[in-house]
């Protein structure tokens, strides 16, 4: 089989994609700041305060912990954040203290009257010692590194979904770390405890230069290079799970084995091998849409790029855009399968 000596529209897709990523992520930045308070403002919730999707949520939280002997110790929203509902629990004698953040992605739904609000629970379980050492395990990444917060131990383990297995682990790594300080007795004391290293944070955050003044200058901003770094972090492909980077290089290999097969049957119709060839491609970026929570339109074209080039030769593929019809089945399936996760809301979009 020979590919038509025409311009890769493939390679032209990722490259315009890209520059539309970057060029649209520096172009936010520069105008949209988001402030972050010079102190830590907060503001306590009861559960009446709380919507009824709310507090079933965190009702459901509140039976997982209570397994374990976890109890609510207080419920509030953070100011000049996101509005994000953050719930800390505790066990008597227990020195390790349990944190869910209950975050709310609304979405306007375009030409209705409705939002479409997506709720999920980010958990860590926190313990402090007593040579200034603190460890804290996760079930979700985070853009905060070893280096720049020295002492501050952080386990990410964003593919564990229950709070009893998350402790087990954080348990094995507490033992190996000397005595450790008792959690808050009280919600006065946490916020106390919480105000104190929030201005540690801002001030270490601020002298590292990852936050800077902000332009309004009533707080501080993330630093650019900051928020750049974490975009660049969100193609990394290693960050998912093992068995999901398994499947999501099998099912990318699809098209290079049609390819593959194509050239050893010599077959001199297109047709004989662009019906097959176009189907792998788009079951490769379904499985990739389905697989891939980040950044699926593009690992679907590179991925598949790659297989059909090394099958053929690095041969250019033509006026063919067949990794981009694998890219454009990630996308779709990747939304549809988002906008499953949705729960829709009849509110007015303002």
Known sequence: MRWPPFVDIDLGTMAFYLYRLFTR?????????MLIPYEFQYTELADG?????????????????????????????????????KRVYTRAGDP??????????ETPVEGQAIK?????????????????????????RGAIKKSEHPGRHIQRYPHVG????????????VRTMGPALPA????????????????????????????VKHPGGNGYAVNDGVLVGAMWRSFNLFAIAPLKLISVLTLSALPALVTYAAIKLQSPIIWEWFLPLVFAC??????????????????????????IHVASGWAVTGPLPFCTIAG????????????????IVGETVP
């Open 25 to 33: 992520t520096l172009s936010n930045l520069k105008k949209d700041k």
């Open 49 to 85: 305060d709380l919507s009824e999707r709310q507090r079933q949520f965190t009702l459901s939280v509140d039976d997982e912990l209570r397994q374990l002997g976890y109890l609510p110790l207080c419920t509030f929203r953070i100011g000049g954040f996101r509005p994000n509902i």
């Open 96 to 105: 390790t203290g349990f944190n869910v953040l209950v975050m709310e992605t």
């Open 116 to 140: 479409m609000v997506a709720t999920r629970r980010v958990m860590s379980f926190v313990t402090k010692f007593a040579d200034g050492q603190s460890l804290e395990t996760r079930n979700f």
């Open 162 to 173: 229950t709070a009893a297995t998350l402790k087990e682990i954080h348990e094995r790594k």
């Open 184 to 211: 808050s007795s009280s919600a006065a004391e946490y916020f106390e405890k919480t105000r104190s290293l929030y201005a540690t944070r801002c001030r270490k955050n601020l002298e590292s230069g990852r936050l």
């Open 282 to 307: 788009v079951i490769a970026g379904i499985g990739i849409g389905l697989l891939l929570d980040r950044q699926e339109y593009f690992w679907a074209i590179l991925l598949t790029y790659v297989g």
């Open 328 to 343: 454009a089945a990630a996308l779709q399936v990747s939304q549809w399968r988002k906008r499953r996760q949705l729960m």
